[in-house]
């Protein structure tokens, strides 16, 4: 089955950086693009960006563009997600989650991580 | 502010049929499918239905999906009180260039 594993909660100060882990299991790591989408307490959800894994290539949300970057070790069947110059209102759950494309080629994130807290704080 | 935009709230009693909207534009409702998920208290989302209106293995048939135009809707039929969530739609914007989310719905089952 399908699964994703993420790392476990961080707490950091403004201006430093994070990096969250996503581990895949149960499906061909390279075959699915893997997204990153943060909610905030009590709010929304927000797209952050996503990552090929078979090529690397990445596209990022315009709000993150320049703080954010995806990566991926296919060895290990693991993408990241690194987000820099860490701010209050960046005290979010991120996500990792799985892109499927339906037989129209329509796309729908169809498993997600458990999510992971991070609290930025001084 | 969500680009999609969500009733904040919604509620009904077990076994009654309530709705969910979800309002966009021609940018991303207007000419691409919408998704549907359920978050429960402190999880991950779940996907409910993509597509518009297809459900992944396992959901009950008591949840449907519709669209029409710029809007969306997600409908739960025989409500249970296992259904109290946050219900969101999403979708694919081609202006932003990502995806966007509605705001969510809490919903309440009385």
């Known amino acids: 089955q399908v699964q994703l594993a993420q790392s476990g909660a961080e707490v950091k100060k403004p201006g430093a950086s994070m990096k969250v882990s996503c581990k895949a299991s149960?499906?061909?790591?390279?075959?699915?693009?893997m997204n990153w989408v943060r909610q905030a307490p009590g709010q929304g959800l927000e797209w952050m960006g996503w990552?090929?894994?078979?090529?690397?290539?990445?596209k990022y949300a315009q709000k993150f563009q320049g703080r954010v970057t995806m990566t991926r070790d296919t060895s290990i069947s693991t993408a990241y997600m690194e987000l820099n110059r860490l701010r209050s209102d960046d005290t979010a759950v991120y996500y990792c989650?799985?892109?499927?494309?339906?037989?129209?080629?329509?796309?729908?994130?169809?498993?997600w991580g458990q999510g992971t807290l991070v609290t930025v704080s001084s | 502010q969500s680009v999609l935009t969500q009733p904040p709230s919604a509620s009904g009693t077990p076994g009654q049929r309530v709705t969910i909207s979800c309002s966009g534009s021609?940018?991303?409702?207007?000419?691409?499918?919408v998704n549907w998920y359920q978050q429960l208290p402190g999880t991950a989302p779940k996907l409910l239905i993509y597509?518009?209106?297809q459900r992944p293995s396992g959901v009950p048939d008591r949840f449907s999906g519709s669209k029409s135009g710029t809007s969306a809707s997600l409908a739960i039929s025989g409500l249970q009180s296992e259904d109290e969530a946050h219900y969101f739609c999403?979708?694919?914007?081609?202006?932003?260039?990502?995806?966007?989310f509605g705001g969510g719905t809490k919903l309440t089952v009385l």
């Open positions: 989650a799985r892109l499927q494309v339906d037989r129209s080629g329509w796309g729908y994130l169809d498993f």
């Open positions: 149960g499906y061909t790591f390279t075959g699915y693009y």
């Open positions: 990552i090929n894994p078979n090529s690397g290539d990445t």
């Open positions: 021609s940018s991303n409702i207007g000419s691409k499918t």
């Open positions: 597509s518009n209106n």
């Open positions: 999403a979708t694919w914007d081609d202006s932003l260039n990502g995806w966007v």
